[in-house]
């Protein structure tokens, strides 16, 4: 996404479904800072803080790029820039 781009849109979802679409293979992205994932986070999720740098390249450490991901995120907007960061 270039300057100017709009925004990706990113669906909220309820933990349940989260849970759901972990059950059925995708990967959760923790984008919270270390010590929140630390205090407790979903089980098998990996932490790779929004803003990190090289961010995209750190989720395809863990992923193919055509398994959709499922982000825990403390905003919108960190979850938009991930998203924008893998795209």
């Known amino acids: 996404h270039g300057p100017g781009s709009p925004l990706p849109t990113v669906p909220q979802l309820s933990a ?8 059925k293979g995708r990967l959760c992205v923790d984008l919270r800072d270390s010590s929140e994932f630390c205090a407790g986070h979903l089980a098998g999720s990996v932490n790779i803080r929004a803003g990190s740098p090289q961010f995209g390249e750190r ?4 992923t193919r ?6 982000l825990a995120a403390k905003s919108v907007a960190d979850a938009q820039w991930a998203i924008a960061q893998c795209g």
């Not at 349940?16 to 059950?23: G, I, Q, V, Y």
């Not at 989720?59 to 863990?62: G, L, P």
């Not at 790029?65 to 499922?70: M, N, Q």
Request: negative net charge; hydrophobic residues 60%; without cysteine.
């Open 59 to 62: 989720v395809r450490w863990f």
């Open 16 to 23: 349940a479904e989260a849970l759901d679409l972990l059950a």
């Open 65 to 70: 790029p055509e398994r959709p991901l499922v």
